[in-house]
């Protein structure tokens, strides 16, 4: 762990660089036409500056995205509608929803087609193709229709956010809960255990490990969800929201800050799930 | 109430059809009959619910409807196809994949690049890319090389991720086999380690399918010229005209599921020594 630390942080550092060397790069030709226009002549270091202070940027450079987002997370009330924190909660709220739902729907699923045989020939390669189809595609049609039945607010997205996550949620217990060998099922048979015993103290517990690695997968596609569902919304409120309302004003600063904070949402509720897992996981003796 | 009872029974035939396949000897035979008993099943029901309760068709269509909706808009459904399909999704898939495999080969040579580049790649692989949507649309303009630029993004991290672990995954026995052998790095990597990561290279293939639709359809929200299946669907949701709509779905869902298959089936080919392949 400790040993790749210099080789990430010199990665990151090198893209950092790169950022703002494109940022100069992208921003230059609107830098140039200003520059004509007022007559002025731009040397290499006010170019430079200008590029990476204009109001709306082509590509913004770090900085002016890290002012942005600490003007709309700190400075800001985190009821107005302008505060960045508030729009994460909008959009937190219904990935959460979403991942519960999807989490408890993908259990009862796995658990199902691992014991009946029926359903695991019928309703398995159903799992499967569902994730072939670009489900993302419907979601405004999701949106609107459960708009139009009265159900409006979290649950639409949330629903989005479970169908992208239950998925593998049903992969992995369904493996997890069959990864058992011969010979444990076995043993649990000499000690006359019954279906229920033997899924409560051999199954269940085998399968955790793999639970947590598809939670954590199902976590991050739920959050996409989330935001792809804010999208047709109108605009209302959530991150999704924000990014469609500053592409519709060419607010680039507006986009990047949000972007940023998806993505910051997205890593700490996938290291909240791995924390998780590693205590679990001490606890049971499996790790 | 006729057709709520037909859906009841077409319920209840299905599953006991089903039930009675699975208790048949496992065959290819009963293997691929039983998900498709159970997809007539399901939309046999559809047809059954939505006109048993009389359920409004702006609402939800009824699979007889979309079907016909279906074939009278195959014109239509064609310039989506190839717009959003063929121009966006599958340039930017062959793109992306292509130049995450080349970069993988290129970075497998020095581990200090592995071992800064993989934490990295699996962070944002996990990140909401498709969140770089409006950005890229900005810079590409509203034609298709924009949604092939979202593509590009999307499926290049996890691509990858899957090329840098697969290179990685012979072991040292393998390696010095080959050195035995007097193997240059050249003849190591194509004789030994390509072929040991297609398994690898393949799970990437076959996630970027899905990820290369989703990307070029969504991005078409941000903005596109008056053509395209992401387009139509905001546009039809918007004139309710759920019909068309489901029609796309169905579009998406055929592509979707053929472009996987396809890869999968490919993959048999390539990598018909994998235990995972060999019943």
């Known amino acids: 762990m400790r040993r790749s630390v210099v080789p990430v942080l010199s990665v990151v550092g090198f893209l950092l660089v790169m950022w703002y060397a494109a940022a100069v790069w992208l921003n230059a030709p609107w830098a140039y036409d200003k520059a004509t226009r007022s007559g002025e002549v731009l040397t290499t270091s006010t170019l430079v500056a200008d590029t990476w202070s204009q109001e709306k940027p082509k590509l913004p450079a770090p900085h002016q995205v890290g002012k942005e987002i600490w003007k709309t997370t700190v400075e800001k009330k985190i009821t107005s509608k302008r505060s960045l924190i508030y729009h994460s909660w909008v959009t937190l709220s219904a990935t959460l929803l979403g991942f519960v739902m999807g989490t408890g729907l993908g259990i009862l699923l796995a658990v199902g087609i691992v014991y009946n045989r029926t359903m695991d020939m019928s309703v398995m390669p159903w799992v499967i193709a569902s994730q072939t189809i670009p489900i993302l595609a419907i979601a405004p049609m999701i949106i609107v229709v459960l708009n139009a039945v009265g159900i409006s607010g979290l649950l639409p997205k949330a629903m989005i956010s479970m169908y992208l996550s239950f998925f593998p949620v049903v992969v992995g217990m369904v493996k997890g809960l069959r990864s058992p060998d011969q010979m444990q099922l076995d043993q649990m048979r000499t000690w006359f255990a019954s279906k229920s015993q033997t899924f409560w103290k051999l199954r269940l517990p085998a399968s955790m490990p793999y639970l947590f690695t598809s939670l954590k997968i199902g976590m991050a596609a739920s959050l996409v969800g989330a935001i792809v569902g804010e999208l047709p919304t109108g605009a209302v409120a959530g991150l999704g929201a924000r990014l469609l309302a500053g592409s519709y004003y060419g607010q680039t600063i507006q986009i990047w800050s949000a972007l940023l904070m998806a993505a910051a949402l997205a890593a700490s509720l996938v290291g909240i799930i791995g924390i998780i897992q590693r205590v679990t996981l001490k606890r049971m003796g499996m790790a | ?279």
């Open chain 2, 1 to 279: 109430m006729g057709w709520l009872i037909f859906a009841v029974v077409a319920w209840i035939v299905g599953w006991m059809l089903n039930v009675w396949l699975a208790r048949r000897p496992p065959s290819r035979l009963t293997g691929l009959a039983s998900p498709i008993v159970f997809g007539i099943t399901l939309i046999a029901v559809w047809e059954g619910v939505v006109n048993g309760f009389e359920i409004n068709q702006v609402l939800l269509p009824a699979p007889s409807v979309i079907a016909v909706r279906f074939a009278s808009s195959t014109a239509i459904l064609w310039v989506d196809f190839v717009q959003t399909v063929l121009k966006g999704a599958l340039s930017g898939y062959i793109i992306g994949c292509g130049s995450a495999f080349l970069i993988a080969v290129a970075i497998d040579r020095f581990p200090f690049l592995q071992r800064g580049l993989l934490p990295v790649g699996n962070f944002v692989a996990a990140l909401p890319v498709i969140g770089m949507a409006p950005i890229l649309v900005m810079w590409f303009g509203f034609d298709w090389q924009s949604k092939a630029a979202v593509v590009v993004v999307m499926v290049f991290f996890p691509m990858l991720v899957n090329t840098v672990q697969g290179l990685q995954s012979t072991d040292a026995m393998q390696r010095d086999l080959m050195r035995t052998y007097a193997a240059g790095y050249w003849k190591t990597l194509l004789k030994l380690r390509l072929p040991a990561a297609m398994p690898f290279v393949f799970n990437g293939l076959k996630i970027g399918t899905t990820l290369a639709l989703i990307g070029a359809i969504v991005a078409e929200f941000f903005g596109s010229p008056v053509k395209g299946m992401g387009f139509r669907i905001s546009t039809s949701v918007g004139q309710l005209a759920l019909d068309l709509v489901w029609a796309e779905i169905v579009v998406a869902a055929i592509v979707g599921s053929a472009f996987y298959g396809l890869m999968a089936l490919v993959e048999k080919r390539v990598t018909f020594w994998h235990p995972s392949q060999r019943n």
